[in-house]
T-cell receptor
Framework: KAGVTQTPRYLIKTRGQQVTLSCSPI?????VSWYQQTPGQGLQFLFE???????NKGNFPGRFSGRQFSNSRSEMNVSTLELGDSALYLC?????????????FGDGTRLSIL | DAKTTQPTSMDCAEGRAANLPCNHS???????VYWYRQIHSQGPQYIIH???NNETNEMASLIITEDRKSSTLILPHATLRDTAVYYC??????????????FGKGTKLSVIP
């Protein structure tokens, strides 16, 4: 069974640009969550999507947004990039996000802002 | 905020059992304990989870105390590839039917040849 796939693996952007990251969940999984990982803040929750609806959102500015498609694939978008947005962005999927169902992570997209 | 306390680092000899402790004294009756590990430059890898009973899978065993205030992850025969940061997480409800993972600092396990 294929795992969670994130594309691209690496991305370099400049301040002010915008970026879109993609996540393909494990087949059959309908819940997709996004996390940001930085050395200083660790792993922080961005948002969760289930059945094309955002079910929960972390404490990030409105420049961070996402969506989920009918096939459960998800994208996240960051607009007006800032230097502090440099991070590893991780996507995780689970069957339906219930507490007894593990989230499985992809290897992330490493975003560098110049 | 993370509801768990773990040692910052631990060493284990290759081939020996690695026992990683975690305190979660404020855990509620319906909250699961999860363990993940992360090797540098990779996403966190799910290891095991449990509610009340001890659990075992092909990777590890999870021992949860009867009062559920602490748990221990056991890697039965540690190898060099088990060197990673190990996260113990209590999965709590975060609204609207959502149960997110809140990662703390974890334990840096170093397996020594």
């Amino acid at each position: 069974k294929a795992g969670v796939t994130q594309t691209p693996r690496y991305l370099i952007k400049t301040r002010g640009q915008q970026v879109t990251l993609s996540c393909s969940p494990i087949s059959g999984h309908r819940s997709v969550s996004w996390y940001q990982q930085t050395p200083g803040q660790g792993l922080q929750f961005l948002f969760e999507y289930f059945s094309e609806t955002q079910r929960n959102k972390g404490n990030f500015p409105g420049r961070f947004s996402g969506r989920q498609f009918s096939n459960s694939r998800s994208e996240m978008n960051v607009s007006t990039l800032e230097l502090g947005d440099s991070a590893l962005y991780l996507c995780a999927s689970s069957l339906n996000g219930q507490p007894n169902q593990p989230q499985h992570f992809g290897d992330g997209t490493r975003l560098s802002i110049l | 905020d993370a509801k768990t306390t773990q040692p910052t680092s631990m060493d284990c000899a290759e081939g020996r059992a690695a026992n990683l402790p975690c305190n979660h004294s404020t855990i509620s009756g319906n909250e699961y304990v999860y363990w993940y590990r992360q090797i540098h430059s990779q996403g966190p890898q799910y290891i095991i989870h449990g509610l009340k009973n001890n659990e075992t899978n092909e990777m590890a065993s999870l021992i949860i105390t009867e009062d559920r205030k602490s748990s221990t992850l056991i890697l039965p025969h540690a190898t060099l590839r088990d060197t990673a940061v190990y996260y113990c997480i209590v999965r709590v409800a975060s609204g609207a039917g959502s149960y997110q993972l809140t990662f703390g600092k974890g334990t840096k396990l170093s397996v020594i040849p």
